[in-house]
């Protein structure tokens, strides 16, 4: 089985970042926050797995930046990533309730 190296990028990290602290410390919500990083790294390993098998998304946007996305596996976030070789680059993460296709 292929596997592939996650590579995040710093935007990627700063957007989870606020994420977490959004959750920690404006809802004052520490068990989602810790169940949503979870979920991110769990994600993130999943990724590295099935990154090839992944197919195009239905917005042209994307398929022009050369993006694709994957959906968190307990929550609604979901992460764009760009595969170049045995490397995946996770660009952006956004909440599903965004209209991340129109920010990449």
Do not use: C
């Amino acid at each position: 089985m292929r596997t592939y190296r996650v590579v995040v990028t710093d935007e990627a990290m700063l957007q989870m970042k606020e994420y977490l602290s959004y959750l920690k410390n404006d809802l004052a919500n520490p068990q989602a926050a810790k169940s949503l990083r979870d979920d991110w790294k769990e994600t993130r390993e999943s990724l590295s797995v099935i990154a090839g098998s992944i197919g195009e998304p239905d917005n042209e946007k994307l398929v022009m930046r050369n993006l694709k996305k994957m959906h968190f596996k307990r929550h609604a976030y979901v992460m764009l990533f760009r595969l170049n070789g045995d490397i995946v680059e996770v660009v952006n993460i956004y909440h599903d309730l965004q209209n991340y296709e129109q920010f990449s």
